[in-house]
């Protein structure tokens, strides 16, 4: 939580924060159900945010965000989910600094997503996905992959690179 101990112990002698018991050393033991609900964070219970996040690497790939929307439109309505957020996004797989993707992220850390939905692996990120993935599930938010079709990191590396604005208008004409 990032306070002092006596902090800690004022809020325990005023009744605002106190310990579910104590361990051998007199130390104060709280549960995170305790702490999150101390700090006003939602917990898992509470939380109803779904997020479909829908993202393509270049404008030319636009009509692919509407692609990826039907088929978790689709996957929605076969679960019944209803009150799902569309999140869509133009930018590379590659790029973590992408606004929309950092937003959820936040949202993430912060335990508001109940559910990630997205069409294929890569559309949330291109490298370290285990990571994401990790993160997602020690921040109680479930990810659900529709597509689980696997690329070799040369292929996902050659799709990036054929996708990016910047490399593919640098190129040299023959004269």
Known sequence: MGRKVQTLQKWDKEGKLKPISRTKTNRRVYTEAQLRDFLGLETQETR?????????????????????REAIQQYCLLLGL???????????????????????MDSIEKFEVKTLIIAHKDRLVRFGFEWFERFATQ???????????KLSPEQEMVQDLVNNPALNGGACEKS
Request: proline share 4%; with cysteine; charged share 20%.
């Open 82 to 104: 209803s009150e799902v957020e569309f999140i869509s996004e133009i930018g590379g797989g590659l790029n973590f600094s992408r606004p929309k993707f950092q937003q959820i």
């Open 139 to 149: 921040h109680c938010c479930e990810l659900v992959i529709l597509n689980q079709e």
């Open 48 to 68: 109803t945010r779904v997020i479909a996040y829908c993202r393509v690497s270049s404008q030319a790939q636009k009509p692919d965000l509407k692609n990826q």
